[in-house]
């Protein structure tokens, strides 16, 4: 079946480990995550939604989002319970492993679906549960394909990957030519640092960028890594998550002021990238993200 195709129901989806069958559109639909509750809206599925969650709780929502959320809520800034679930009374969550769901909690497509609400799984996310070789932009498409077949909005879809992948496309051309720069991504964490591992996008994006991930010989998603590990591997820039409490400007400062980071030598020369988590999380700002450090790496700092 073509992707611009309408959906004849019922239809099955792959998710995860999991194939999902559904009779017809979920008409009261929860995304958990401001990079989930992007990929709905951009396919114009508000009116399929009765909420979102998960975004306040870590990310400043744009005003922009708000405003083409309209008046749904927010019915948990984190992690919504079963019982946020059924106030709402849900009838699909599109979450992710440690997007709105962790391996053993309380809310899993299992817990979910004996109460009438049907799950999709973010494709990354399948890492946590399931052996994958590394991440890779067609995890997005996928998603984003397999949400235009479970509301039959398959045309919006196929478009929106289209041009997903000429930007990519345009933006690798580019910088074809380019030497590897040598990338670490930051996201949080004083002790230890948290970062990507090659299941997680960021592997992908920064390959895409022109770069390479000095962390993509570890073989896991969102991790924590050494600080010996990262000085031992000398990246050339550092990419810095701006989320949380602690601002990126702050990340920037611990970093420059870190005494056993000084070596480092996207520390020396200050080469640094600052980028939404929305943009190197899985989601339609995953190009932006690659057009933005394809111009840092290549660009006037060489």
Same mark, same amino acid.
């Given at each position: 079946?073509?992707?611009a ?10 998710s995860?480990?999991? +194939?999902?069958? #559904? ?10 995550d ?22 306040s709780?870590w990310n400043?929502p744009?005003?922009?989002l ?10 948990? !800034?984190?992690?919504p319970?079963?019982?946020?679930l ?5 009838? #699909?969550? =599109? ?8 391996? &053993? &909690? ?5 817990s979910?679906?004996?109460? /009438?609400?049907?799950?999709?799984? %973010? ?12 991440? !890779?932009?067609?995890?997005?498409y996928?998603? %984003?394909?397999?949400? /235009?077949?479970? =509301?039959?909005?398959? &045309? *919006? ?7 997903? *992948?000429?930007r990519v ?8 030519n380019?030497?590897r720069?040598?990338? =670490? ?24 960028? /022109?770069?390479?991930?000095v ?7 969102? !991790? ?5 590990? +990262?000085?031992?591997a000398?990246? *050339? +820039?550092?990419?810095?998550?701006d ?6 400007? *702050?990340?920037?400062? #611990?970093?420059e002021?870190?005494?056993a %980071? ?6 020396r020369?200050?080469? #640094? +990238? ?6 190197v999380t899985p ?13 840092? =790496?290549?660009?006037p700092?060489?």
């Open positions: 079946m073509a992707y195709d309408a959906t004849v129901y019922p239809v099955a989806v792959k995860c480990n999991r +194939v999902v069958t #559904f009779q017809a559109p979920p008409q009261r639909a929860v995304s958990n401001v990079n989930l509750t992007e990929m709905m809206v951009a396919l114009g599925l508000q009116s399929h939604m009765v909420g979102y969650s998960g975004v709780g400043k744009t005003p922009e708000l405003h083409l959320l309209g008046k749904l809520p927010e019915i948990a !800034t984190k992690y319970s079963l019982e946020t059924l106030d709402a009374n849900a009838d #699909f969550y =599109f979450a992710g492993w440690n997007y709105g769901m962790r391996l &053993g &909690g309380d809310v899993t497509p299992e979910l679906a004996p109460l /009438g609400i049907q799950t999709y799984e %973010l494709t990354e996310s399948c890492a946590q549960i399931m052996p994958r070789a590394q991440a !890779t932009l067609n995890d997005v996928n998603d %984003l394909y397999n949400l /235009g077949k479970i =509301f039959d909005v398959q &045309g *919006q879809a196929d478009a929106l990957v289209q041009d997903m *992948q000429n496309a345009a933006a690798e051309e580019k910088i074809a380019a030497p720069v040598k990338v =670490f991504l930051y996201d949080s964490g004083e002790d230890r640092p948290m970062t990507s591992g090659r299941l997680a996008m960021p592997q992908a994006l920064i390959s895409a960028a /022109g770069g390479r991930n962390m993509g010989d570890v073989e896991a998603s969102w !991790t924590y890594v050494n600080w010996e590990s +990262v000085v031992a000398n990246p *050339q +820039v550092i990419v810095i998550v989320y949380g409490e602690v601002s990126a400007a *702050q990340k920037q400062k #611990f970093l002021n870190n005494p %980071l000084q070596s480092i030598d996207a520390v020369n200050r080469r #640094f +990238v600052v980028l939404p988590y929305v943009a989601g339609i700002q995953n190009v932006k993200a690659i057009e933005v450090m394809a111009a840092a =790496f290549h660009g700092w060489q």
